[in-house]
């Protein structure tokens, strides 16, 4: 079934990438020697950038074949830049020996994006740059620049959602929200491309394009070392809840409500994407061996076997400080289980000695020990978890930050993204006796409402 859906779904782009190109050539239907020359050599510049694709998250790869391919909108808009982009498309595929469906797509939604912008270049009145005349064009270059981005992207995230079964929006979004704004700031760099053809000719521009692609390497390096920064801490979180079935899944939920809570607060986003990595590894302590058989043990624990617990945040910090990418996290992850009233562990610390994040994770922390089922209990319903933090307010939890949180949007937010995370990272079911009454230290609420000791 899923099958037959991306075969219709690329069926329907193939069509209408046919009737986009019919209608650029009933637009330009003639061809000049300089559209030509124009088409031929951006399609060949944008043809290595294909070559230099590297791969990205959902199913895609990143290049940067649209700078060239837009600069020769500005050039020569019409059938022979379409049928020039579709061959270095074709050529492409071919060498990265892509399956034959994933081919037709790529071929059709290439023809397509650059058909669409092209006939919209045209319909607002653009034609070939010309520096020295003064025709610049710029409004419908920006206009058909635009037109490709919305039409490129949103191809690429519907055979994703399509063959995922997924809602084509929030794919929509994580295709095209990381790099927005890097395309529009792209928009110089692709105009100023064009321009320098127009004014120097072939020559200056494949002189032009070294550094581009200088650049663009740089960038692939950044992401590719981001990206295994953070596989590695997926990694990292992984072996820590392979430990520990009934708490499978429990770290994803911690930095998804982290999220949602800077989102409330208005954090800025650097240091939300600090505050979410931090929520991710706040029980990196817990690989120490001694506490894998606490972990596992079935029933209560000793008061010894709870002050062993106890000791996982400031354990967690120290091999957190050990990364050099993520030393400035181990404060956080340290004081993660600090109370606003100086109840916590392991410095006593208070109020506003607690550092923001440490607090949003001990919030975060303590919404996922109540909103996930246990063998020995039930997850508590959003309301219920609602009126436990309130009670805590001032106590366990920064007032200020329960008082914004539990106001009426606010707790719409968390409570959403509570039913969202446990339906994408749900307990794990497992057969081995329930291990204990605590959520191992995980919360001081869910502590005194099953009495462990300490």
């Not at 600090?274 to 606490?294: C, N, R, S, T, Y």
């Not at 596992?296 to 050990?322: D, F, I, N």
Request: aromatic share 8%.
């Amino acid at each position: 079934m899923t099958e037959q859906r991306i075969v219709r779904f690329v069926g329907v782009t193939v069509a209408c990438a046919l009737l986009a190109a019919i209608t650029v050539y009933a637009y330009v239907p003639l061809v000049t020697p300089d559209q030509i020359r124009s088409s031929v050599f951006f399609a060949s510049v944008g043809l290595l950038a294909l070559a230099l694709a590297y791969q990205m998250p959902v199913g895609v790869s990143g290049n940067i074949s649209f700078i060239p391919f837009l600069s020769a909108l500005a050039l020569g808009p019409g059938p022979v830049l379409v049928l020039s982009v579709a061959l270095a498309i074709v050529i492409s595929e071919a060498m990265h020996r892509r399956k034959q469906i994933k081919a037709v797509f790529n071929v059709a939604q290439y023809t397509l994006a650059i058909s669409v912008a092209s006939v919209t270049y045209l319909a607002l009145g653009g034609g070939r740059i010309d520096p020295q005349n003064g025709a610049w064009y710029i409004l419908p270059f920006v206009a058909s620049y635009a037109t490709w981005l919305v039409i490129n992207t949103a191809a690429v995230s519907g055979v994703i959602a399509t063959a995922a079964g997924k809602s084509m929006l929030p794919t929509w979004r994580q295709v095209a929200g990381g790099a927005l704004l890097y395309d529009l700031l792209a928009i110089p760099v692709v105009y100023g491309f064009a321009y320098v053809y127009a004014r120097w000719g072939a020559g200056v521009a494949a002189g032009v394009a070294v550094p581009l692609f200088g650049l663009r390497q740089l960038y692939k390096t950044n992401y590719q070392l981001e990206t295994i920064n953070q596989e590695l801490l997926q990694l990292i979180v992984s072996t820590v809840e392979a430990r520990d079935p009934y708490t499978s899944g429990h770290s994803e939920r911690v930095s998804r409500y982290a999220a949602a809570i800077c989102k409330i607060l208005g954090t800025p986003s650097r240091e939300s994407q600090q505050i979410i990595k931090a929520a991710l590894l706040h029980d990196v302590g817990k690989i120490h061996e001694e506490f894998h058989p606490i972990l596992r043990k079935p029933g209560k624990l000793s008061a010894e076997e709870y002050a062993v617990m106890q000791t996982h945040s400031a354990k967690g910090a120290v091999l957190v400080a050990t990364v050099s990418q993520f030393r400035h996290l181990a404060p956080s992850i340290r004081a993660h289980h600090e109370a606003w009233d100086g109840s916590g562990y392991p410095d006593r610390l208070t109020g506003k000695d607690i550092p923001l994040a440490a607090r949003v994770i001990a919030l975060a922390d303590t919404i996922d020990a109540m909103s996930t089922d246990r063998p020995y209990r039930e997850a508590l319903p959003p309301e219920s978890i609602r009126r436990e933090l309130i009670g805590q307010s001032g106590r366990q939890f920064d007032p200020t930050l329960i008082a914004r949180t539990t106001a009426g949007d606010a707790w719409e937010i968390l409570a959403a993204a509570i039913v969202r995370a446990s339906t994408e990272f749900p307990v794990l079911k497992s057969p081995v006796p329930p291990p204990r009454d605590e959520d191992r230290t995980q919360s001081t609420v869910f502590a005194a409402r099953h009495s462990v000791p300490g």
